[in-house]
């Protein structure tokens, strides 16, 4: 028993969605594309999870924020892969590969064959039994990484409603469900093990405005340890949290956000692997010129710094995805991706962006106790990197430009006396950045960590570039 079709997604997430929008732009037939997906429902702004979906008031639901909606594209509902004739095989679990034979196995004993297969299968949340502890299965533990995992989130958030939360990890989850949390009236306290948050990219001033912000609002941090093990109730629910400090944190639920993990298994062995994702080329075409891969599962060269990288961001997934199409129906016009890493958040009242690479020596600028300011990184004589909280449309593109084209520095003292100046000054004499076939999510993923969490939490945020609002205005963006 089996089918073939010309082209196959395997995996059903952002990327899927973004890569069957490029098809259909690009003449794809109806019957050759199908999309292979183990959750139930066609691919979904996943940002949405973290941000408009865990609202008390006016909650984000499906169909609202299908893809593509987070790049200002159209919503690609179950009956538009319909209308275009896109098979969505949905619930549907792929046990096995042959790259050699192009054909994958489901667990159902279905056989499908590809002449072209683009890899998207994203990543999974990291669990805590993966780290020697137990009690994944509590009934108030939750994780975050799919709409299953949500709902859940949501259910056991309103049973807690003015109790107590206990924040596993100080990463993007870590932070975003933190925010959630507080705004759903549950008095948090945030654990990781490093010396501050969002470590993989804050300097620690930059973190300390937003862990002093976080604290107006009721958070409390514990900052140093990790969790040593829980009290389960005859419930079978967490009670309390063991820190291997010492501290003992009462709860009434807790968010476990401890970082990601590349789903690369039905590989492994059969394409090239490199810093836990699957390597690919500039044209986003693994080991085996047939296959492709994309998003968090991809390792790719990262032509601004020269070397591969992977990357867990929801920009890079979508940008990845079109690439990817691109490159394979239309490979002569198609060039390699060149994408400028891209990372932002909103919580509460609070926005930022960063852009390119924090390596280097880090030049603040701005005013810490308002409401705009920022940080240059400047590495063998180079801007690198730039990071903007609370700025408008035309400074975030301002960050974004001179990020990308790595203007010469001599005076750091200077670049700090000049501050966002010095990119608004810049981006109007320097040319236009080429039309991105990528244009932006990074920071190194594959170093190891100090501590066994330290891994940035990866269900990662999103929306685009243009669309810098807050969350919780009248008019807000949720995803």
């Given at each position: 028993?089996?089918?073939?079709?010309?082209y196959?997604?395997?995996g059903g997430?952002?990327?899927?969605?973004?890569?069957?929008?490029?098809?259909?732009?690009?003449?794809?037939?109806?019957?050759?594309?199908?999309?292979?997906?183990?959750?139930?429902?066609?691919?979904?702004?996943r940002?949405?999870?973290?941000?408009?979906?865990?609202l008390?008031?006016?909650?984000?639901?499906?169909?609202?924020f299908?893809?593509?909606?987070?790049?200002?594209?159209?919503?690609?509902?179950?009956?538009?892969?319909?209308?275009?004739?896109?098979?969505v095989?949905?619930?549907?679990?792929?046990?096995?590969?042959?790259?050699?034979?192009?054909?994958?196995?489901?667990?159902?004993g279905?056989?499908?064959?590809?002449?072209?297969?683009?890899?998207?299968?994203?990543?999974?949340?990291?669990?805590?039994e993966?780290?020697?502890?137990?009690?994944?299965?509590?009934?108030?533990?939750?994780?975050l990484?799919?709409?299953?995992?949500?709902?859940?989130?949501?259910?056991?958030?309103r049973?807690?409603?003015?109790?107590?939360?206990?924040?596993?990890?100080?990463?993007?989850?870590?932070?975003?469900?933190?925010?959630?949390?507080?705004?759903?009236?549950?008095?948090?306290?945030?654990?990781?093990?490093?010396?501050?948050?969002?470590?993989?990219?804050f300097?620690p001033?930059?973190?300390?405005?937003?862990?002093?912000?976080?604290m107006?609002?009721?958070?409390?941090?514990?900052?140093?340890?990790?969790?040593?093990?829980?009290?389960?109730n005859?419930?079978?629910?967490?009670?309390?949290?063991?820190?291997?400090?010492?501290?003992?944190?009462?709860?009434?639920m807790?968010?476990?956000?401890?970082?990601?993990?590349?789903?690369?298994?039905?590989?492994?062995?059969?394409l090239?692997?490199?810093k836990?994702?699957?390597?690919?080329?500039?044209?986003?075409?693994?080991?085996?010129?047939?296959?492709?891969a994309?998003?968090?599962?991809?390792?790719?060269?990262?032509?601004?710094?020269?070397?591969?990288?992977?990357?867990?961001?929801?920009?890079?997934?979508?940008?990845?995805?079109?690439?990817?199409?691109?490159?394979?129906?239309?490979?002569?016009k198609?060039?390699?991706?060149?994408?400028l890493?891209?990372?932002?958040?909103?919580?509460?009242?609070?926005?930022?962006?960063?852009?390119?690479?924090?390596?280097?020596?880090?030049?603040h600028?701005?005013?810490?106790?308002?409401?705009?300011?920022?940080?240059?990184?400047?590495?063998?004589?180079?801007?690198?990197?730039?990071?903007?909280?609370?700025?408008?449309?035309?400074?975030?593109?301002?960050i974004?430009?001179?990020?990308?084209?790595?203007?010469?520095?001599?005076?750091?003292?200077?670049?700090?006396?000049?501050?966002?100046?010095?990119?608004?000054?810049?981006?109007?004499?320097?040319?236009?950045p080429?039309?991105?076939?990528?244009?932006?999510?990074?920071?190194?993923?594959?170093?190891?960590?100090?501590?066994a969490?330290?891994?940035m939490?990866?269900?990662?945020?999103?929306?685009?570039?243009a669309?810098?609002?807050?969350?919780?205005?009248?008019?807000?963006?949720?995803?």
């Open positions: 028993m089996g089918r073939a079709f010309v196959v997604i395997l997430g952002v990327a899927a969605g973004y890569a069957a929008l490029e098809f259909t732009r690009r003449g794809v037939s109806h019957g050759e594309l199908c999309i292979i997906s183990e959750e139930s429902v066609v691919p979904y702004e940002p949405a999870l973290s941000k408009g979906f865990l008390p008031e006016d909650p984000a639901r499906l169909p609202s299908h893809t593509c909606v987070g790049a200002n594209e159209e919503k690609l509902t179950p009956k538009w892969y319909k209308e275009h004739g896109i098979e095989v949905l619930g549907t679990r792929v046990k096995s590969a042959d790259v050699k034979r192009k054909t994958l196995l489901t667990a159902t279905e056989t499908i064959s590809y002449k072209f297969l683009i890899i998207a299968t994203g990543a999974r949340a990291l669990k805590l993966e780290f020697g502890l137990t009690g994944s299965d509590a009934g108030n533990v939750c994780y990484r799919d709409l299953v995992d949500a709902t859940r989130l949501v259910d056991v958030m049973s807690c409603i003015g109790g107590k939360a206990v924040v596993i990890g100080g990463g993007y989850i870590g932070m975003e469900c933190a925010a959630s949390l507080v705004i759903n009236k549950l008095t948090v306290t945030m654990v990781f093990p490093e010396p501050h948050c969002m470590a993989r990219l300097t001033k930059i973190a300390g405005y937003y862990e002093d912000y976080y107006a609002k009721g958070v409390k941090f514990i900052k140093g340890t990790v969790l040593s093990s829980f009290e389960i005859s419930d079978g629910k967490v009670s309390a949290v063991n820190l291997k400090d010492g501290n003992r944190l009462p709860a009434d807790v968010v476990v956000g401890i970082g990601i993990r590349p789903n690369t298994a039905l590989f492994e062995g059969q090239t692997m490199e836990g994702g699957i390597k690919v080329n500039g044209r986003m075409q693994t080991s085996d010129s047939s296959v492709y994309v998003g968090d599962v991809a390792a790719f060269p990262v032509k601004l710094f020269g070397e591969t990288r992977r990357l867990e961001h929801v920009d890079s997934a979508r940008k990845s995805a079109r690439h990817t199409v691109a490159a394979i129906m239309d490979p002569e198609t060039n390699e991706f060149d994408y890493p891209f990372f932002y958040s909103r919580v509460f009242t609070l926005s930022w962006q960063f852009y390119g690479d924090n390596a280097g020596e880090v030049v600028f701005g005013d810490f106790s308002g409401n705009t300011f920022g940080a240059y990184w400047v590495n063998k004589g180079h801007l690198v990197g730039s990071f903007l909280e609370g700025g408008s449309k035309e400074q975030y593109e301002a974004s430009k001179v990020s990308r084209l790595r203007p010469a520095i001599e005076d750091l003292g200077e670049l700090e006396k000049l501050g966002l100046g010095y990119a608004l000054a810049e981006s109007q004499k320097l040319p236009p080429p039309p991105p076939s990528g244009g932006g999510s990074a920071l190194v993923l594959d170093k190891k960590p100090l501590y969490w330290h891994a939490a990866g269900v990662i945020v999103a929306a685009s570039v669309a810098v609002a807050y969350w919780y205005g009248k008019k807000r963006r949720r995803w």
